[in-house]
């Protein structure tokens, strides 16, 4: 049994609280709040074909670092993770490296949306969480963005009773954008290319095909107020419809270009003040249901090539909950707003067993984010000196208590 002696529950009283384990301990926990731990619904730890950016080893002490104990993980791989032979190879890869970490980390795995793949959606879909479809084309050779292919996604995902998670933006227009501004190189260009528009056209249709085929749809990192509109009235429209934001898009702006230059590169990109602002409201108004991290570790090295070359995202999996606390620590946020977007929507939208997984975090510490002191492989975080009050402590998974 674990003890974890008076504990403060979020909006409740200080309590003493058990957990079954094999492994008996006792935990003073009176500068303690107790938290359910966080399940990120939006990872990529890189395997298999990208382990110099993660691996599963990394990976999950960058996660138990953040309070987190499971995490799905997308399937953008090399090769793409889009048949059940595939998802089964990736499993085992996974088992083995969370072996050698010996941290049975929770996870599930995103199916990818190949056409050519098609047959795999109802073979695979009792190993995977949700179908995913890349729209616009980011890291890796998923992409499916004509409305025939689209329209037969949503259709066999809908009889085959999966959630189709969308990464909407629409790859016409992106292409299109590029080529306008193609002399250009400043990284800056990126959330022009990139821009509002091109996400809400492809949101449109995502949600147009989700009604046509009354499919379930996730859509990831949303980041503008554009969206966000659509999502609102799908929302009133009843359809099951349900949205992602991510802390990059809460957290940062489209002025971190000028410190980040190329390092500020993520699909969809960083926005202005104004979409941040709609974000933050969304949080409050339930239009956004989760936050997941899409922590998309690159190295440093290669987030600093030029614009063109840079890939795309940001490592931020272990900061995830420190950045809220954090926000709650400036009265952005309630812990009860927390719990429900990183834990209790999770679970609902992807139907995920409940378990006894908790955090304990201090809300009164304060840190100063460092590089050198991160667990992820990629050694970089865009909120590297950002002093952040409010940070887990003790993560417990399976009964199993790890000091963070
Ligand atoms: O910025 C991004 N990075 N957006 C994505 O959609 C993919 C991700 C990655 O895997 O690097
Ligand atoms: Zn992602």
Redesign the pocket.
Known sequence: MIEIRNVQIPNDTRRDVFIPSTRPQTIEASRYTLLPALIDPHV?FRTPGHEHKETWETGVLAAIAGGVTHVLD?P?NYPSCCSLERVLQKKQLIESQLQMADIPLRYGLYLGADRNCFDEIAVSKNEVVALKI?MGS???DLLLHDRPSLEKAFQLAAEHQILVAV?AEDEGLIQINRNQYSAVENPQMHSVIRNPNVAAKAVEMAIECAQKFNARLYLV?ISSAAELSLIRQAKRDRLSVYAEASPHHLFLSDLAYGHLHTKA???PPLRARTDVEALWESLQDGTIDTIGT?H?P?TKAEKMQPFGLA???FASIELYLALLLNAHHQNKISLKSIIALTHTNVRRIFNLPSNDDCVLVDLEKTKTVTDCSLKTKAKWSPYAGWTLTGWPCFTILKGRVYAV
């Open positions: 990529h997308m953008n890349y980011s890291t890796g990464h990192h590169l993520v699909n899409d998309a690159h890939p795309s995202g």
